[in-house]
Structure formats: C-alpha cells, structure tokens
C-alpha cells in the first residue's frame, strides 16, 4: 500500500511525538476536574434542590407596588429643607436665638447639614432666615432675621390657639398605649410630628385633671394618665364607619387561609368576608393581651398605627417615629411587612430601612394633604419664605 511506503520511508529519529510529555506518561485524562461533588466517574446526577441557584420571579403589575411620584416628592422636599427644620428648632431654645458660628459648624447633627461641610454655605441659601453678624467678642455669630422674629411670634401665636387640641392628641396617645404612660422624652423628641410645642412638658402642670408626671428611680420623668374620657376613647375609623361601612370594609383585607369550598352558605361566607376585612378591634382596648399572632392582635397593631397617623400634622411618620412607641403600643419588627399588606391604606415612601408611611385618603391624586392644620399651613408659608431672597419679599406676600 502507498501509506506503508510512506512511513517505512520516515526516519526512525524523526518519530513524531506529542508536544507535551504529560500526556504520555497518563493517556488517561483526570476526569475528578470536570466531575461536581454529586456525580460519580460514570453517572453525573442533578444538582440537589437546596444547592440550586434560586431564580426570582419577574415583576408583575399584579404584584409590582405602583410608585406615588407625589408622595415620594414630599421626601424629597424634607431632605431639601432639613437644614431649615433642624436649624430652626435648634436655634430657637439658644439664649437669644443666636450661636457662634465656630460652633455651628461643629454642630452638623443638631443643624441637619452634612458633615465636613461649611455651615456659611446652607446659610447664604436662606438669607430671610438666617443672619450672621460680628458680635461685641469679636467673633461671627449666626441667628435669625428680623423677619424670621417675627414669624416665630406668629409661630407662638398658633401654638397658644391650638393648646387644647395638643393636650387632647397626647391624651389619645396615653389612651392607646399599654399602661396608659409614656415617657416624656419621647414625646418631646417627636413633638413637631404631632405639633406639640418645645415647652410642652412645662405646660403639663397646667392641666392636673388630665396628667400625672411620675419621676423613675433612673431619674427618667414619666407622663401617666390621670381621667379616661369615653367621648375621645372613640377611633377615626369607628366615625368613618358610622358614616360609610362599606368604605371602610375595604380599607382593610386581612386573610384567613382556608379552602376554595367550605361549603358555606351566603350569610355565612359574608360574615367570614368581614372577618378578613372589618377591623373589629378597639383600638382603646386591652388589645396588647391577645395572642402574639392572632388576627385579632394585626387588627389592633394595624388600626393603632392608622389612628396614631391620624393624630399626626401631616398623617404620616417615619418608621424612626414609629419605632419611637413600640413598648407603649405592642408593636413588633414585622411592622412593614404588617403595613405591607395593606396597600389601599398604607403607602410606604422611601426605601424599606428609612421609610415613611402615609395615610393614603388624607392626600388628594396630587399629593396635596385635603385637610390643614394652622401649623402645617405655616410651615408651607416659611419654606416659600426660605427661597426667597431678601429684595423679593414685601411684595405682595401677606407676612401676618
């Protein structure tokens, strides 16, 4: 044959031979490097179960929660104005509403500015609001406008005409917690929530009929409840009820597993329908001393948190607010996957470790709140004020 001439004709030396000698002395390749830990050398199995990659469901509309644009501005809106909030509040309780400006730059956290940033440059931003000035030391002081004076005696003027409707929304609170107290701390770090004002614990003495304050053996004052009153032992959700029933039915949807056919009949399927979505519980009640994971107990940490909303400025608060009352009303850490569940009331702005919930019928379709306390209708007039600047104001704009 032509191929054995061929190779008869190769010379022995040049003997093709393979590039790499490893191969020779082991022909057979390891096979342990393309076998996984669950196959064997002569059957390669499935991946079990608990070891495979598990695939997240794609977003449905069905399932996907619709984004509120307005209400996700009003977020934005308070990181805007942070330093004018904190910096306001601060600055009110300095002696003379005035502070050295060396100082005011170390105090980022309580003047809501970033740190490692120049406290000069938010202040030049609202020049109807804030004043610098040389003091007789020597030293640059920071302090408020002559205008800005004058909108805090305005301020005052509101907070003296809304006393008796503060007193009540504290009395509400001390009516929903678990042994009828809160510590006066916690109501004084969330007073602009309610509207509360700043010496609201001096005022407490004047009302004897309503309050107790206790001193703790830690030194920790205490805010008891001295008199139940029946006529504000009454939610807003058992008055919207008197008015529409079915309305508020479906606020709620709280679900109880069972089978697709219990073989009930009409009266009775419509019973169980209202049990998964009337919320029967007394917000005022004992309800801290249900079952921990009953249904009863979601309706009553549910319609505490609507009601606790309700007695809010601008029905809504942030889960550090929350948070604030977890002891005093029985909540516990599933509270955003609790509200989670109850979409057509709740609306959870923000991301889910710095959220803030809003009650959704308080706001028009643009994120207009419906109903204004004085309060927050000044608050809106001070934040048009604070873009302003100082040539543009006296023009039209009714400051009384």
């Given at each position: ?44 199995t499935?991946t ?124 509400k ?12 701390s ?10 509360v ?12 009929e ?38 508020v ?47 009863e ?25 929350i ?53 927050v ?24």
């Amino acid at each position: 044959m032509a191929w054995r001439v061929l190779i008869s004709k190769i010379p022995k030396s040049k003997t093709l031979t393979p590039k790499f000698a490893s191969l020779v002395s082991n022909p057979k390749p390891n096979l342990s490097i393309f076998s996984s830990p669950f196959s064997t050398s002569f059957l390669i199995t499935k991946t079990p179960k608990k070891y495979r990659k598990k695939c997240s469901k794609p977003d449905s509309p069905r399932t996907k929660p619709v984004q509120n644009p307005h209400l996700e501005s009003i977020l934005q809106r308070d990181s805007y104005f942070r330093f004018l909030t904190r910096s306001k509040s601060f600055l009110s309780t300095q002696p003379e509403h005035a502070l050295r400006l060396d100082d005011a730059g170390k105090l980022y956290r309580e003047l809501g500015f970033p740190g490692g940033r120049k406290v000069s440059r938010f202040l030049q931003r609202q020049p109807t609001i804030f004043a610098t000035y040389r003091h007789a030391d020597n030293k640059m002081w920071v302090g408020f406008t002559e205008f800005m004076e004058e909108l805090l005696l305005e301020e005052k003027e509101i907070m003296n005409e809304m006393e008796s409707d503060r007193v009540n929304k504290v009395r509400k609170l001390l009516m929903m917690s678990k042994y009828k107290r809160i510590p006066l701390s916690k109501i004084h770090h969330c007073r602009l929530l309610f509207g509360v004002p700043d010496d609201f614990r001096d005022r407490v003495a004047k009302y004897p009929e309503f309050f107790r304050i206790v001193m703790e053996d830690d030194g920790k004052r205490i805010l008891e409840l001295v008199k139940w009153d029946p006529l504000l032992a009454v939610s807003d959700i058992e008055r919207e009820c008197l008015v529409d029933e079915d309305r508020v039915k479906n606020m709620f949807n709280f679900l109880v597993k069972y089978g697709k056919d219990l073989g009930l009949e009409y009266d009775e399927m419509k019973k169980l329908y209202s049990l998964n979505t009337l919320l029967m519980v007394s917000l005022y009640s004992d309800g801290w001393r249900f079952d921990l994971w009953s249904l009863e107990v979601e309706k009553y940490r549910v319609g505490v948190v609507h009601e606790f909303l309700r007695l809010t400025l601008e029905k809504r608060a942030s889960i550090h607010h929350i948070v604030e009352f977890k002891e005093e009303f029985s909540l516990t850490r599933q509270t955003y996957q609790m509200l989670k569940k109850q979409p057509q009331t709740f609306y959870m702005a923000g991301i889910e470790m710095n959220w803030d919930v809003f009650l959704k019928d308080a706001y028009d379709g643009d994120g207009v709140l419906i109903v204004k306390d004085p309060r927050v209708i000044f608050n809106d007039r001070l934040r048009t004020y604070a873009q302003m600047q100082e040539g543009e104001l006296g023009y039209g704009d009714d400051t009384t």
